[in-house]
């Protein structure tokens, strides 16, 4: 698998930009995506090294839209901690 089919995008929100402070960035990553692989792929395209890798899997929700039900597409997040002094300008995109 390709680094960037693996890694699917940066989650931008008030909670992922304040963890920026500690060296952390979340991603979406492929549901069969590896802490391993997301270490790898995460450590070529940005060319940073990793400390630590977290995954979570998100359950997809059972919504109704405009009265019908549906249900929200399941995800993996990866929390990804860097070394100290290093960091991934998430705004820019890939080098």
């Known amino acids: 698998m390709d680094n960037y089919d693996l890694i699917r995008s940066p989650v931008v929100t008030e909670k992922s930009t304040n963890l920026v402070s500690q060296n952390?960035?979340?991603?979406?990553?492929?549901?069969?995506?590896?802490k391993a692989q997301v270490k790898k792929a995460i450590e070529e395209i940005f060319e940073v090294t990793v400390a630590k890798v977290n995954t979570i899997n998100i359950a997809g929700k059972v919504k109704r839209f405009r009265g019908i039900l549906g249900k929200r597409k399941s995800y993996k997040k990866a929390v990804v901690t860097l070394n100290d002094g290093q960091n991934i300008d998430v705004t820019v995109g890939v080098k």
């Open 24 to 34: 952390k960035y979340i991603f979406k990553v492929d549901v069969n995506a590896t």
